[in-house]
């Protein structure tokens, strides 16, 4: 049989791992699908907020056999409002996982490159991979990125440079203040012919005095994308709906590569209600900053190092992780191996209930023991 014919660029793509589904655990290894612990997705452990899930339910029943609105018009101005920029600088993606491939979309292809950090979020190399463009990765530094480097790294052919503040898989997070000084400089330097897309899907997990006002900065630089999401601390993974701010030159390349109907009724109303309802986010900030003590304490307890979280998880080191990660799975408990990432050595672990990271923890204490 011949071979199907694709592009050297599309079959050099290693494909997305996601963490691995409950189900799958169960059906693989005979479990009860209630006694498996999952913290492998940096999910909201609370789950979607009480007020999310009862206007679900009503929007459920007033479903009719039509389309979303493709351009989310209740939804951006409700965005809008939240960051205090116009209506019109708001684009809506499928997940913010969507802004990012509409970026690469809309401003790579063959000859052009983009540069990113060693250790930031894959998908930053599958979109580039995808559209033929050179990827430029940028040594790390402590697990971070390294802002200067990436500076030095802009080279005639980059389009574009991506940022995760706070990363993932690292949870490492770069101060507002050497952000800032970046984004001046590559205006400066490069005007329009580079955008830079910062990336804040883990933004709601840093503590108040941490954040930065990346509103502010898109209101200063037309070369600049800001990315959230609904997925993380809003609960709603499973909705899929994420968000871009831009100026109005970026925002219409965004539309122009965008499915019209990219995201769905229901997501679209369970995001104004998750953006509005303070209280859940509260909540989830708070749990999660215990969370992350009680896995950081363990780790030290047990001898091992890890990197200090700004996120919803934790980067441990703990040696033979393809080990240790199979026989986490066979107790039941789903972590995410990062090896792909260029973490061998390393597991990254999603912040759970109480319950959930203590029995985490006394399991690998258990594994490592033996
Ligand atoms: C840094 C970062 N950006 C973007 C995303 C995409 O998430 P979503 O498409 O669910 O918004 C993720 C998901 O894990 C992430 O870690």
Redesign the pocket.
């Known amino acids: 049989m011949s071979q199907i014919l694709a592009p050297a660029h599309v079959q050099a793509i290693a494909p997305y791992q996601a963490g691995k589904p409950i189900e799958e655990l169960a059906r693989e290894y005979g479990l009860d699908p209630a006694s498996i612990i999952k913290l492998a997705?940096?999910e909201n452990p609370l789950g979607c907020s009480e007020h999310v899930r009862a206007a679900l339910a009503q929007a459920v029943e007033h479903l009719q056999g039509r389309y979303p609105d493709p351009n989310g018009f209740d939804l951006k101005i409700d965005i809008a409002a939240h960051h205090q920029v116009p209506a019109q600088w708001v684009t809506l993606g499928n997940?913010?996982?969507?802004l990012?491939e509409l970026a690469s979309l809309a401003l790579l292809d063959e000859g052009t490159s983009a540069v990113y950090a060693q250790h930031a979020?894959v998908?930053y190399r599958l979109s580039t991979q995808a559209r033929g463009a050179r990827h430029c990765q940028v040594p790390a530094k402590a697990y971070g990125h390294d802002l200067p480097a990436m500076l030095a790294a802009i080279a005639e052919d980059t389009r574009l440079v991506f940022i995760?503040n706070p990363?993932?898989p690292t949870g490492t997070h770069v101060p507002a203040a050497d952000v800032q000084t970046f984004l001046a400089q590559v205006y400066q330097r490069y005007g329009n012919q580079v955008t830079v897309l910062l990336?804040e899907?883990?933004d709601d997990y840093l503590d108040p005095e941490e954040r930065a006002d990346s509103a502010k900065w898109v209101q200063q630089y037309p070369n600049l994308i800001v990315?959230r999401?609904f997925?993380k601390a809003y609960g709603l993974?499973g909705l899929?709906v994420?968000y871009a701010l831009a100026q109005p030159g970026l925002t219409d390349l965004l539309n122009r590569v965008r499915q019209p109907f990219n995201v769905g009724v229901l997501a679209q109303q369970a995001a104004r209600v998750a953006l509005a309802d303070t209280d859940f986010l509260a909540a989830t900030h708070h749990l999660n900053r215990q969370g992350r003590k009680q896995l950081q304490d363990g780790f030290t307890q047990l001898g091992l190092e890890f990197v200090p979280s700004h996120t919803n998880f934790v980067l441990v080191q703990v040696g033979d992780a393809a080990g240790i990660h199979g026989q986490l799975l066979r107790r039941g408990i789903i972590v995410r191996p990062v090896a792909a990432d260029g973490l061998p050595q390393h597991l990254r672990v999603s912040i759970g209930l109480p319950a959930e990271n203590a029995r985490f923890l006394d399991a690998l204490a258990d594994i490592l023991k033996s």
């Open positions: 997705s940096n997940g913010s996982n969507d990012l979020f998908v995760a990363n993932n990336d899907a883990y990315t999401t997925s993974a899929r994420g």
